[in-house]
């Protein structure tokens, strides 16, 4: 856990939080309220939802299921109450209960070190796989929609895999889904420099690919399965692609790839043998423009605060004017 939580701080996300429970505690609750063992896996199941739908639309769930209303309520009611304590009292009743919160308030204890309430008990949260045999844990954060990260132990399921028979424990983090989630919110996220389109001629795109990414330029080629270049293109605008290289039927039959501009639409044919240093010149030319017009702009910000040259530190705090204009004042 520590390791996903240091991995998703490094991937500059601050505000979450790591909801554990227990598959013993969970199995122990069953047995506090009842539940015919054979309705267990189901029950959680049920439960597992209430973090996406009503409580009432659950309750309803498990009555079908078998639970009576009155059980189903208070179950529900429980796992879902601001505070822990009912549930650790129900928790208490049975041994396998006292074992699984044995091994929550283990876990809080060996995370302490984490910022406060980073770790929390979370009765409600299941996590439906069948592999998991001890503590179990998923991590919400604000600005992401349901769970970014999650894992726990899984004692025995390395020789169902045909393995030996170890302990074992794991997490993982949805990093795809969080960069593009932070892309997205991000207008100023750089995109690609080039993106590559597939309409066939596929060993001439990766050796393209490799050639231009050996120029140090960002490069992507479109895995998806449309063979359609409007949606290729959509693609690539997603991207925030600058440049474009369509290699369509046409193109290959004379060794040629068009070279499109994203925000000029400019296209331009070039050699497949003459692309890369074509492209890398492209770039360094781009980047040229783009430093001249930052020192277009620092100067014109340095003719309307009055000085040669711009100087952000220079700049006068209003405040301090408006203090001298009292002392003057004053005097």
């Known amino acids: 856990m520590c390791a996903v939580h240091d991995g998703l701080v490094a991937l500059g996300i ?19 309220y009842h539940v015919d063992p054979d309705l267990g896996g189901k029950v959680l199941g049920s439960l597992d939802k209430l973090d996406k739908v009503p409580p009432d639309a659950v309750c309803a769930e498990l009555v079908e299921r078998g639970l009576t209303m009155a059980t189903a309520e208070s179950l529900a009611a429980d796992v879902t109450a601001p505070d822990t304590d009912h549930v650790r009292k129900q928790l208490d009743t049975t041994e396998r209960g006292r074992l699984g919160l044995a091994e929550v308030d283990r876990l809080l204890e060996l995370t302490a070190s984490l910022p406060a309430d980073r770790v929390v008990f ?10 998991y045999t001890g503590p179990i844990f998923e991590v919400a954060a604000t600005g992401y929609p349901g769970s970014i990260a999650s894992g726990g132990r899984y004692d025995g399921l390395v020789a169902k895999l045909g393995g030996p028979d170890l ?16 892309a997205a919110d991000d207008p100023n996220q750089r995109g690609l420099d080039v993106a590559l389109t597939v309409l066939g001629g596929e060993d001439d795109i990766m050796w393209l690919a490799g050639q231009i990414r050996a120029r140090g330029l960002r490069t992507g080629v479109y895995l998806g399965s449309s063979g359609k270049l409007a949606k290729q293109l959509k693609w690539a605008h997603d991207q925030h692609a600058h440049t474009v290289l369509i290699y369509g039927p046409d193109e290959q039959k004379v060794r040629e790839v068009t070279v499109r501009n994203m925000d000029s639409g400019e296209q331009t044919r070039v050699p497949v043998a003459e692309v890369g240093v074509y492209l890398h010149n492209l770039h360094r030319a781009s980047v040229r423009i783009e430093t001249l017009r930052k020192h277009d702009d620092d100067e014109a910000k340095a003719e309307k605060n009055g000085s040669g ?14 203090s001298r204009r009292d002392e003057d004042q004053r005097d």
């Open 14 to 32: 601050r505000d979450f939080q790591f909801l554990v429970n227990s598959r013993q505690a969970l199995r122990g609750l069953l047995e506090a």
């Open 122 to 131: 979370s009765p409600r949260m299941v996590r439906g796989l069948d592999y």
């Open 167 to 182: 302990p074992a424990c794991g997490g993982s983090i949805g990093v795809e889904r969080i960069l593009a989630i932070q």
């Open 309 to 322: 040259t711009y100087d952000p530190d220079k700049v006068e705090d209003p405040s301090k004017n408006s």
